[in-house]
């Protein structure tokens, strides 16, 4: 069995006898979360059957899918044993969505928009996430990760899974949902990774349930994953994911979002290749500030949403900044003040942290600034030797999009 597992042509690895908490388990996929077991005379015993069964219950809290096969299947019928492996492995990769499945593509997004912390935030035509979703007869969330981040499967401290439980509080007719989960957006980028996974989930199981939630409700739920990934129920990565374009969130009890119309925007994001925690983002945050930088902030908001609604590209240029946040999380970025410099000399209108950092955005008027904006970025990043990622793209007006729906 191991010869064949070991150098199996299905392009995915397993080991050998590996420990998972208090057991070992025969074989195991860590990139599809999957325990091969087999058992030989002694599990028909029924005290050693009660054992494999807390055992394997245990080995399921931990968002592991479980195969079983008797010894003599093994010796006997080796190639039917794996054929139901590679079954197994080619549903857990390409889930099937004749049976009422849904996938949806679920955009990154850019918050705070500079000088409005937590309230401000638009979506982006590029990265998305990739989620597919199909409801379950089995109670609570199971959670396949298909790709490398090795996110937790375990519903409650995965954000996808914290929002979709949320969501079946109030869908008391439905069970539960198992959702395949294909990650592009780099966690903790700065730019919406556990947005695009809370809101794609929910938005998906909101359509395979006929819509019958708002697009509020939606947010509502989806902001349990995002307090998950940082402690915080915040909505300003969450709102544009779901609703497109820029957003203000006016207040969070009672949820109260805006839609603000924009003129047509190019953006430039530069992710350097470190991470900075939303939550260790946070921390640093003095928690009290000065009247005067409080009323130059709201100054700068007010002007930045006058600035897209009359589409005045210089007001908006004028409003972003931040006297607040981003004096204290810009130390947690290299280059920052470099880049922002240079950006502004190749024609940006502004920008500024995304979100937490440590990505950085940049404004434009069109794609040939947007361009010289991606190549200013570059130039900080190749200097000073640490190794970065760029986009250049437009403000997403759609919001998460469902790609491939259930055959009617």
Not at 8 to 19: A, C, I
Not at 81 to 86: A, F, G, M, N, Y
Not at 133 to 159: C, R, Y
Not at 298 to 322: F, H, M, Q, T
């Amino acid at each position: 069995m191991w010869n064949y597992l070991k150098t199996n042509e299905w392009g995915v690895k397993f080991r050998r006898q590996h420990p998972i908490a208090l057991y070992v388990a025969d074989f195991y996929c860590h990139k599809l979360k999957l325990v091969i077991e087999i058992d030989g005379g002694i599990h028909d015993e029924e005290d050693v059957k009660k054992n494999d069964q807390r055992r394997e219950n245990d080995l399921k809290d931990f968002g592991l899918t479980i195969i079983r096969f008797k010894n003599e299947e093994v010796i006997k019928n080796l190639e039917n044993v794996l054929s139901t492996i590679q079954k197994k492995l080619m549903l857990s990769q390409n889930p099937p969505l004749g049976a009422g499945g849904i996938t949806v593509s679920s955009p990154a997004t850019v918050a705070n928009v500079v000088c409005g912390f937590d309230i401000l935030g638009f979506a982006l035509n590029g990265p998305s996430d990739e989620l597919t979703i199909h409801i379950s007869d089995e109670p609570g969330v199971h959670i396949i990760n298909q790709d490398d981040f090795d996110l937790p499967t375990i519903a409650e401290k995965n954000v996808s899974g914290a929002a979709l439980l949320a969501l079946l509080e109030e869908a008391t007719d439905v069970k539960g949902f198992t959702l395949y989960s294909k990650k592009h957006i780099k966690p903790g980028s700065g730019i919406g990774s556990s947005a695009a996974s809370a809101a794609g989930s929910v938005v998906a199981a909101n359509h395979l349930l006929g819509n019958r939630f708002s697009k509020e409700d939606l947010v509502r739920f989806a902001m349990f994953g995002e307090k998950v990934a940082s402690g915080v129920k915040h909505a300003d990565n969450i709102a544009p994911c779901i609703y497109g374009g820029v957003t203000l969130i006016r207040a969070i009890h009672p949820l109260d979002i805006v839609s603000i119309d924009a003129p047509p925007l190019h953006v430039t994001v530069v992710h350097p290749q470190i991470e900075v925690r939303t939550a260790d983002a946070r921390q640093i945050l003095k928690q009290q500030v000065l009247l005067k930088d409080a009323i130059k902030q709201w100054g700068n908001i007010a002007g930045l949403v006058a600035g897209l609604i009359k589409g005045d590209y210089e007001l908006i240029g004028r409003s972003l900044e931040d006297v607040i946040i981003e004096p204290i999380r810009s130390i947690l970025i290299p280059g920052f003040d470099e880049v922002k410099k240079n950006c502004k000399e190749a024609g940006a209108l502004g920008g500024g942290i995304s979100g937490s950092g440590p990505s950085i955005f940049m404004l434009s008027k069109d794609e040939v600034t947007a361009k010289a904006i991606e190549e200013a970025m570059s130039a900080v990043y190749n200097k000073i030797g640490v190794a970065y990622q760029t986009h250049v793209t437009t403000i997403n007006m759609e919001g998460v999009k469902v790609v491939n729906a259930p055959i009617p």
